[in-house]
């Protein structure tokens, strides 16, 4: 490890020969495994991942002193070829039509193409490494720094993570009869445990005939024994038993007529550490324009 | 209020601006800043006429969005006045916000009243508004980028701060825009971020920021270098804007197209 070990302090190059390793490795997991197949990422497996990836944050971490790598991670000059190599594969996935199956090999899957996730996973370690860095030297003023770094971290790493255990199901709903079974997007039939009944669908429109309300009038029943009647419309959703029920559509033959209502139920177990995550990031942004910009300098 | 009495509310917005910028090269600090903040009250009634009268914020088409963005670079102006006294930064919000007013005026958009169901939330107006600003505040990063890389020469301390003040809270901004979509996302859609292609050049816009902010932490001495990745990210950002829109990828897929009828 010659290369790697000497001329320290190590430049740019160097990220951007790792960024270019990753890319590397990804094409040939690529080649050899196919596409990264989230639905394995399922509970329990994704709470070892997390567990393995916190561990192996942690030991990066602790041997920082001795692994002159693992401390380079934690520097600006780091990140650097990490966000740029990030930056050119969205650009790469915002010009490329995604779509669930087909298009352009590879890049119409850009979720599921490995050097895409190593390089998001690569920036993940290399933000951890930073916060945890400036997280025990404990200091207020470190605070901004900490906010931004863990809560990027915190918001997808959970994000990427829980997105195997969220469920998203649609529910198609008949005027007066409870239906308890759900299609997923694979069409799979699933019985979420609520069964909904319906009692009407309401369709507002405005003036000129565009739609101004969807709003479903609908009683919930649980496994548990409760009913819950509320509405449903865009925008507002209700929440039952872990679940939110979402608007979703209609028979757009019968518009205001229509005999039944169709519902998106949606159960997602790490939604709390998303937030979380994002309230991180929101106070970091606030921090960032009012205490990490630099002091105006005046002639 | 209609889109017929734009013009008078614009013409006096922009002579009081005009004069604001004026009155900065003559050095009359109390009537630039009079002048300055008459023509963004006068243009902000405007704004709030709109709202009142169309019974929903106007934040809607692109039209609706131009009206704000004009509206909010004298105001990043201003305020980068107040704290760098560059004389010239007035004439320029000024003139930029004008050629919006006249895209407004020669193109406008369809202006109608009724605000499809996916929008009506209170996310709305703050998720626009944040990123309305900081898109008036990173284009004037642009400019400063675009000015230090022409004269070649060295840039002055002053500029290069300017230039990383303009970033620091353009990019706060565009992160409060984008995390208050992902809040509303979750309301509307049960999903905070679904990769559509403007979520997706969102993602990149600001990474290619980061990449700025991380640059000039890592090498300070490579200011030429961070203004390139400015227009970088600037052309990003018209992608994420407006680009979308006819961008062949995006096509069918985006729930973000303005406009739909």
């Known amino acids: ?299 | 209020m209609s889109w017929d009495s734009f013009i008078w509310f614009a013409l006096g917005g922009v002579l009081l601006w005009a004069s604001g910028a004026f009155f900065a090269w003559k050095e009359r600090k109390a009537l630039v800043y009079v002048c300055t903040l008459a023509g963004i009250a006068v243009f902000f009634a405007f704004i709030l006429g709109m709202w009142i009268s169309l019974e929903r914020p106007p934040l809607r088409t692109m039209g609706e969005t131009r009206l704000w963005y004009s509206f909010f670079l004298p105001v990043a102006g201003i305020i980068v006045f107040s704290r760098w006294r560059y004389k010239w930064i007035l004439s320029f919000s000024t003139l930029l916000s004008f050629v919006f007013i006249c895209v407004n005026l020669f193109k406008p958009d369809i202006h109608s009243k009724s605000l499809m169901p996916a929008l009506q939330s209170p996310w709305f107006a703050p998720h626009v508004i944040v990123y309305m600003f900081s898109y008036a505040l990173l284009g004037a990063a642009t400019v400063m980028a675009i000015y230090m890389l022409i004269r070649k020469k060295d840039a002055t301390e002053k500029e290069i701060n300017l230039t990383d003040n303009l970033v620091y809270v353009g990019l706060a901004f565009l992160t409060f825009g984008m995390l208050f979509g992902a809040l509303w996302a979750k309301e509307a859609w049960g999903t905070y971020w679904a990769w559509d292609p403007k979520e997706t050049w969102a993602a990149a816009t600001w990474l290619c920021y980061l990449v700025y902010l991380h640059l000039r932490k890592a090498k300070p001495a490579e200011w030429e270098t961070a203004c390139a990745i400015l227009l970088v990210s600037f052309i990003c950002l018209q992608i994420c804007w407006w680009g979308i829109n006819y961008l062949p990828s995006a096509q069918g897929l985006s729930i973000h197209t303005y406009n739909v009828k």
């Open chain 1, 1 to 299: 490890m010659a290369f790697f070990g000497r001329h320290k302090p190590w430049n740019m190059k160097k990220g951007f020969l790792i960024g270019g390793g990753l890319l590397f490795t990804g094409v040939l997991l690529q080649v050899v495994l196919g596409p990264v197949r989230w639905g394995l990422f399922a509970w329990p497996v994704n709470l070892i991942v997390l567990i393995a990836l916190l561990a192996a944050i942690g030991v990066m971490f602790a041997l920082r002193r001795k692994v002159y790598a693992f401390e380079w991670m934690m520097h600006a000059g780091a990140a650097v070829p990490c966000l740029v190599c990030a930056a050119v594969l969205t650009m790469i996935m915002g010009l490329t039509p995604q779509v669930r199956m087909g298009g352009i090999p590879w890049l119409s899957q850009m979720l599921r193409f490995w050097p895409f996730v190593l390089i998001w996973t690569w920036m993940m370690i290399i933000s951890a490494l930073a916060a945890l860095n400036h997280l025990l030297r404990w200091k207020i003023r470190e605070i901004p720094f900490i906010l931004n770094h863990l809560g990027v971290v915190v918001a997808i790493v959970s994000a990427t993570l829980g997105s195997a255990d969220t469920q998203n199901l649609r529910l198609t709903s008949f005027t007066g009869e409870p239906e308890w079974r759900a299609v997923s997007d694979d069409g799979a039939l699933h019985e979420p445990g609520l069964a909904i009944e319906l009692h009407k669908f309401t369709l507002e429109e405005y003036d000129d005939g565009t739609p101004k309300r969807f709003a479903s009038d609908i009683t919930v029943y649980t496994e548990d024994g409760k009913s819950v009647r509320g509405t449903v419309e865009v925008n507002k959703p209700l929440k039952v038993n872990g679940w939110k029920i979402y608007q979703y559509g209609y028979d757009v033959n019968y518009g205001t007529e229509s005999p039944y209502s169709v519902l998106q139920l949606v159960r997602d177990p790490w939604i709390l550490w998303v937030y979380i995550g994002i309230f991180m990031m929101i106070a970091g942004a606030l921090c960032l324009m009012l205490f990490m910009a630099p002091k105006p300098v005046r002639e």
